[in-house]
């Protein structure tokens, strides 16, 4: 069974760094093919990708967020890490971590987290 | 920004069918697989239709998709209270992931 758990804090402020932690379970990210994603969603907007990391640690980032996006994956605490720097009011969402699978779906998604940014 | 376009909602009453189209370009939708995502009120999306017409275990056949060219639908017939969700499309674009706008579905 594939599960996959957000976690990291739940208040930022303006201009700190958000560093969240996907925790999964059910596959090893070293498997060809394997693929974790971060994805985002502001209350009442749409689904917005920020980043993919794959078995191979390619790293793909979002066009429009990649000057503050960091992914890492630790193979052996089967975790990948997400950090965004420079936090604004506008990047209040919730965030979900995702796992890919070859054909390119998102099969498995965490609960997601609530991440909220003001002073 | 979204390049994935999709209707803000569409609305039904139970039993009937409704269709939510996803448009994008050759360089998305038109050259890779499309795949759909329903998310009930204050949960996680949901695989609901993957390589633009598959399935997952356990997905009601009231639920289908379809490509052609640029674009992508999504099918749900036998409406439900149930199906009351947003409805997302996505697929890939230069290696880069990319949602559509998503989809009120309301059963009136």
Redesign the interface.
């Given at each position: 069974q594939v599960t996959l758990r957000e976690s990291g804090p739940a208040l930022v402020k303006p201009t700190q760094t958000l560093t969240l932690t996907c925790t999964f379970s059910g596959f090893s990210l070293s498997t060809s093919g394997m693929c974790v994603?971060w994805?985002r969603q502001p209350p009442g907007k749409?689904?917005?990708?920020l980043a993919?990391i794959d078995w191979d640690d390619d790293k793909?980032y979002?066009?429009s967020l990649k000057t503050r996006l960091t992914i890492s994956k630790d193979t052996s605490k089967n975790q990948v890490v997400l950090t965004m720097t420079n936090m604004d009011p506008v990047d209040t969402a919730t965030y979900?971590c995702?796992r890919?699978v070859a054909?390119?779906?998102?099969?498995h998604?965490?609960?997601?987290t609530l991440v909220t940014v003001s002073s | 920004q979204s390049v994935l376009t999709q209707p803000p909602s569409v609305s039904a009453a139970p039993g009937q069918k409704v269709t939510i189209s996803c448009s994008g370009s050759s360089s998305n939708i038109g050259n890779n697989y499309v795949s759909w995502y329903q998310q009930l009120p204050g949960t996680a999306p949901k695989l609901l239709i993957y390589e633009n017409n598959k399935r997952p275990s356990g997905i009601p056949d009231r639920f289908s998709g379809s490509k052609s060219g640029t674009s992508a639908t999504l099918g749900i017939t036998g409406l439900q209270t149930g199906d009351e969700a947003d409805y997302y499309c996505g697929t890939w674009d230069s290696s880069l992931s990319v949602f559509g706008t998503g989809t009120k579905v309301t059963v009136l």
């Open positions: 994603s994805i749409a689904l917005e990708w993919l793909y979002s066009t979900y995702a890919i054909t390119g779906e998102y099969r998604w965490g609960q997601g | -």
